[in-house]
């Protein structure tokens, strides 16, 4: 059981919400790498394409990592980005959180305060066809509420 990270997908809405927590190691990275993987495959044999997925990352209590660590990060990130159309990342008021984690997200990406407005922003395109423009913040969203909890489980707790 790992306390590290929670993934909830909800296949319907092409959906997956990120919990991060703590200071990582390599082997919390591995664990994290290989239930990702698993959310990825399933979505994948459920009919999911590239670029129509929406990620919130809730990290409010994950801080900022060992420069190690953060480099891995940093070069996974960038796939899960391409494979969905709109990333959110929610995170604490720390500048240097959210500098590490604007290194982490492509131009899909954004950073916010909650995942009420990141959830908005992540489905606006959907209802309109086009992607709105963002708050000129960052380009990481970040949550601070509570996970969705009537979407399907994959978590690493």
């Known amino acids: 059981i790992c306390l590290m990270f929670r993934l909830n ?3 319907a809405r092409r959906f997956l919400y990120v919990e991060l927590r703590g200071f990582w190691t390599r082997e919390v990275l591995a ?10 495959q399933r979505a994948i044999a459920n009919g999911a394409t590239p670029g129509e ?7 409010n209590g994950f801080p ?3 420069r190690t660590i953060a480099e891995e990060i940093a070069q996974f990130i960038p796939l899960y980005g391409k494979l969905a159309r709109r990333i959110a990342v929610v995170g ?3 500048s240097l959180q ?19 407005a990141a959830k908005t922003w992540l489905f606006s395109a959907d209802r309109t066809g086009t992607a709105h ?5 960052a ?7 509570a996970p969705d909890r009537s979407a399907s489980s994959m978590t690493g707790f």
């Not at 500098?99 to 899909?108: V, Y």
């Not at 423009?133 to 913040?137: C, K, N």
């Not at 380009?139 to 509420?145: F, V, W």
């Open 31 to 40: 664990r994290f790498h290989d239930e990702a993987r698993l959310v990825l």
């Open 9 to 11: 997908h909800d296949m």
């Open 98 to 116: 959210r500098l590490q984690a604007k290194r982490l997200i492509g131009e899909n990406g954004k950073l916010f305060d909650n995942d009420e």
């Open 64 to 66: 900022v990592q060992d």
């Open 139 to 145: 380009d990481i969203i970040t949550a601070r509420s």
């Open 53 to 59: 997925g929406h990620i919130l990352v809730n990290a």
């Open 92 to 94: 604490s008021d720390s």
């Open 133 to 137: 423009a963002g708050t000129g913040r």
